[in-house]
C-alpha cells in the first residue's frame, strides 16, 4: 500500500493514531509556512526602519525574529516527530503563506509598527486554528507548543500596538 506524504519518513514514536497524527503534521505545515514568510518580513523591518524610534525598534525587531526562528524550528520539528515532513523552501513557503506580503519600500518606523502588529494578528490567527486542530486530535503535547507560540506572540503584539498609542 502506498504511504502518504506525511508519513512516509519513519515511524512516529508518537502513540496517536496515523490519521491524527497526519492531520496535526498538516496544520504544523501550514504554521511552518506563514512563520518562515513572518521571520523574513521581520528581517526586512529591521534592516530598514528609519526614524526617531529607530533605537528602541531595531533591537525589539530584531528579538521578534529570533523567537520567531525558534518557533519555526519547533513546530517543523513537531511535525517531522509526529511521522510527517517539514516543508520550508522559499518557493514553497511563497506559495503557501496565509500572510500579506509586505511593501518593501517602507522607511517609517511607526509604519512598521502597524504592519508588523497586524501580519502578527493574521499569524496569531493561524495558530490558534492549527491549535484546535491539535486538541480535536488529542494531541496535548502539539497544543502545549502552540500555547507557547501564542503567549510569546500575544507579548510581542501587545509591544507594538502599546508603541502605537498616543
Ligand atoms: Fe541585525
Not at 70 to 98: F, K, P, W
Request: charged share 30%.
Amino acid at each position: 500500500m502506498a504511504k502518504t506524504s506525511a508519513t512516509r519518513s519513519y515511524a512516529s514514536p508518537s502513540p496517536l493514531p496515523e490519521e491524527a497524527r497526519q492531520r496535526v503534521a498538516t496544520a504544523l505545515n501550514e504554521r511552518l509556512a506563514d512563520g518562515l514568510d513572518l521571520w523574513t518580513q521581520v528581517k526586512v523591518a529591521h534592516w530598514n526602519i528609519k526614524g526617531p524610534y529607530f533605537a528602541g525598534l531595531h533591537p525589539l525587531f530584531e528579538t521578534f525574529a529570533v523567537d520567531l526562528a525558534e518557533r519555526n524550528d519547533e513546530i517543523a520539528e513537531r511535525a517531522v516527530t509526529l511521522g510527517g515532513l517539514a516543508y520550508g523552501t522559499a518557493r514553497h513557503v511563497a506559495r503557501e503563506s496565509r500572510i500579506a506580503e509586505y511593501p518593501q519600500e517602507t522607511t517609517r518606523d511607526l509604519e512598521h509598527v502597524a504592519l508588523l502588529a497586524d501580519r502578527f494578528d493574521t499569524y496569531l490567527e493561524g495558530v490558534r486554528r492549527s491549535r484546535g486542530v491539535a486538541e480535536e486530535a488529542r494531541d496535548i503535547d502539539t497544543v502545549d507548543l502552540l500555547t507557547v507560540t501564542i503567549s510569546q506572540f500575544e507579548k510581542h503584539t501587545w509591544f507594538l500596538r502599546a508603541s502605537l498609542e498616543r
